[in-house]
């Protein structure tokens, strides 16, 4: 599909590349070691049609589209893990465009997409609000969202450490990520209807860290939506 270039996307002010490198290797050795493999084929299980993926990192999603999708545009800001993504592109069983932009900007037409992946994305963009009235411009109404993201969970004491981690060395040393944002609430408060989610840390064995609160489910923008459309 041809990419829309009316929306700048300021892709290189986001640019982590320290981090990037640190990210390729760790989200490689957590697919065995953490169970990522397992929740990256639970989390696209059923998709088809046109998909589009914010935040696709090194491209490690790709290997588990189900031949149902025709089609996935993947969108990665980092340039470093874009280039990765690319060779992860070319591997995969169904036809994948990478491209740059930054998901307060999708460099694509409106309703466009049959479906959405977000995978631990939200919690390092800029303006979460601004990136999924995106997200909802380019999915088709009734377009379907699956989503795997990380962010505030435990009792009163790691709800504490994870906003004093976000206001201090979190967000610098880990390419801009945030703990304790909550990516249920921000769907709800963006006008996606919530499907059924559900709560998990990672990994699911082994010791509860501020990074380890997950949540997996399913979104839709409602079917009589009209109010994210343009170009």
């Known amino acids: 599909m041809r990419l829309s270039s009316g929306r700048s996307t300021k892709v290189e002010r986001d640019a982590h590349p320290l981090f990037a490198r640190y990210y390729a290797r760790l989200s490689v050795a957590a697919e065995t070691r953490a169970g990522m493999a397992g929740v990256r084929r639970r ?16 491209g490690l999603n790709f290997a588990h ?24 592109a070319l591997r995969a069983e169904v036809p994948v465009d990478v491209a740059p932009g930054a998901a307060e900007a999708l460099p694509v037409k409106s309703e466009a997409f049959d479906a959405a992946v977000l995978s631990l994305v939200l919690c390092s963009v800029r303006d979460v609000p601004r990136a999924l009235a995106e997200l909802r411009r380019v999915l088709r109404p009734g377009g379907e969202v699956r989503f795997f993201e990380h962010g505030r969970g ?3 004491v790691m709800h504490l450490t994870q906003r004093a981690l976000d206001r201090t060395v979190w967000p610098p040393l880990a390419g801009g990520c945030h703990v304790s944002r909550d990516p249920v609430g921000a769907l709800r408060d963006a006008g996606f209807e919530l ?7 990672m990994p699911e064995k082994g010791p509860a860290l501020p990074t380890s609160f997950c949540v997996m489910g399913t979104a839709w923008r409602p079917p009589g939506d009209t109010a994210a459309g343009g170009n």
């Open 43 to 58: 989390l696209l299980g059923g998709l088809s049609g046109r998909v589009i993926e914010v935040g696709a990192g090194n």
């Open 154 to 156: 435990g009792g009163r």
């Open 65 to 88: 589209y189900p031949g149902t999708v025709s089609e996935i545009v993947a969108i990665e800001p980092e340039r470093s893990l874009r280039a990765l993504a690319v060779e992860a």
């Open 195 to 201: 499907g059924p989610y559900r709560r998990m840390l």
